[in-house]
């Protein structure tokens, strides 16, 4: 029964990307154009950027199963509604100890095993640059491996021809 739900949820979460996929895209063509038409604000764009922000991580909370991936899910959640909505100043201050409260949670409750997803992107980027510098590194390497041989193949072709130039005057005394 728990590999039918983990199931379900990959697959809910593969549907929500092609949603946010297609979100993303119409937005893109319908909003975008908006903005020299029409005098929208920029509040309809943040609201439209921060709700897909959110979705984007309860994607990725769905994907993980960690308390770190919550907490970041819970934290765009609660930003996106101070930055979007018009909270009271009472609500602001929940928020703000909202926020407060979630830090203090992932610094000092998560483990480091717990904490695994958090701002993976930035660790993740962090780990592909250093792979892709160390393939370049190895590609040079092997760049000059192949330079390498190639230069002992043509001096192995010019001293078999050295020999060969060198061993006919020999082979013609050796007839006279």
């Known amino acids: 029964m728990l590999r039918v739900a983990e199931f379900m949820e990959i697959i809910l ?5 092609v949603v946010l996929i ?3 895209g ?8 908006m903005i020299f038409t029409e005098m929208t604000s920029i509040h309809h764009f943040l609201e439209l950027s921060l709700t897909l922000a959110v979705a984007i991580e309860f994607v990725k909370m769905l994907c993980m199963h960690t308390p770190g991936t919550l907490i ?11 930055i979007v909505e018009s909270p009271t100043p009472f609500q602001n201050l ?10 203090a949670a992932r610094k000092y409750l998560l483990t480091a095993h717990d904490q695994r997803g958090m701002n993976e992107h930035a660790h993740g980027t962090h780990h592909i640059l250093k792979d ?45």
């Open 94 to 103: 929940v928020i703000v100890l909202s926020i407060v409260a979630l830090f």
């Open 22 to 24: 297609l979100v993303i």
């Open 72 to 82: 970041e899910v819970l934290l765009f959640a609660i930003a996106r509604h101070m």
């Open 26 to 33: 119409r937005t893109i063509v319908l909003e975008t154009p």
């Open 13 to 17: 979460a593969i549907y929500l990307v």
């Open 132 to 176: 892709l510098i160390k393939l370049r590194e190895e590609r040079k390497e092997l760049k000059e491996t192949v330079e390498t041989a190639r230069e002992r193949k043509r001096l192995d072709k010019v001293g078999a021809k050295l020999e060969k130039k060198e061993s006919e005057p020999a082979q013609k005394q050796d007839q006279e």
